[in-house]
């Protein structure tokens, strides 16, 4: 087992019916608070092939967050998407935490499956504790 302490997280909730609703009728003085354009806000996710896609909104988190940071990231995010979409309802239980594979860099798309042709796992290489 290795531990990774290079890889960022992604905090995030399911984009539903809802919530898709609400972002889309956002002000448009809003639309910074999702649209990635800034660490501090959110930034939505795909992952999935074309016919499994699901959109995840959220924030990304450099790696190592303190145990006693994860319950302000969470209200941080919730309160963010209340913001933007007053009608969509979202428990804090809806929040979940994802690694980001292929660092900040990569598209708007998390790939849970390589490519063809892709054979390295991307963001695998960083201090490791192996046991």
Do not use: C, H
């Not at 959220?58 to 990231?73: N, S």
């Not at 309802?89 to 994802?98: E, G, N, T």
Request: aromatic share 6%; net charge negative; proline share 6%.
């Amino acid at each position: 087992m290795k531990l990774d302490k290079s890889t960022s997280l992604f905090f995030a909730t399911k984009i539903d019916s809802k919530l898709r609703e609400g972002l889309a009728l956002s002000k448009p003085g809003d639309k910074k608070y999702f649209d990635g354009s800034s660490e501090e806000f959110l930034r939505v996710m795909e992952i999935g092939d074309e016919k499994d896609k699901e959109r995840w909104v959220g924030k990304i988190i450099k790696p190592g967050p303190a145990v006693t940071e994860v319950d302000d990231i969470q209200r941080n995010i919730i309160s963010i998407l209340r913001r933007v979409a007053p009608n969509a309802r979202i428990p804090a239980s809806a929040v979940k935490i994802f690694v980001l594979q292929g660092a900040l860099a990569a598209p708007a798309v998390i790939d849970d499956e390589p490519e063809d042709g892709d054979d390295e796992v991307v963001g695998s290489s960083g201090p490791y504790i192996a046991y």
